[in-house]
Nanobody, 118 residues
Framework: QVQLVESGGGLVQPGGSLRLSCAASRSIVGLNAMGWYRQASGKQRELVATKINTGSTTYADSVKGRFTISRDNAKNTVYLQMNSLKPEDTAVYYC????????????WGQGTQVTVSS
């Protein structure tokens, strides 16, 4: 089992920034991906960004150029730096982990609310 603990959500004005963090409960070995998804009210959960431990990164088109995902593999932690936030970025953000060591099963954090409003 892998438990994921998120932090860093909150209320921010349009144009502002937030940084999300997600720490895994155990050392992550082997090929794996950590990333972020979000779910706005009344909508389906969608990919925001994901990063494989070998370096490959994927972003949703809606966040390219504004969000940056990074990892500290020594700390089993993934970060999401969100700049130039827009009201449409308002959602619950979920950390995700999947890896070869766990047969590519999806693990999810509890979610953290991000609200962009003036």
């Amino acid at each position: 089992q892998v438990q994921l603990v998120e932090s860093g959500g909150g209320l921010v004005q349009p144009g502002g920034s937030l940084r999300l963090s997600c720490a895994a409960s155990r050392s992550i070995v082997g090929l794996n991906a950590m990333g972020w998804y979000r779910q706005a009210s009344g909508k389906q959960r969608e990919l925001v960004a994901t990063k494989i431990n070998t370096g490959s990164t994927t972003y949703a088109d809606s966040v390219k150029g504004r969000f940056t995902i990074s990892r500290d593999n020594a700390k089993n932690t993934v970060y999401l730096q969100m700049n130039s936030l827009k009201p449409e970025d308002t959602a619950v953000y979920y950390c995700n982990y999947k890896g070869a060591a766990w047969n590519w099963r999806d693990y999810w954090g509890q979610g953290t609310q991000v609200t962009v409003s003036s």
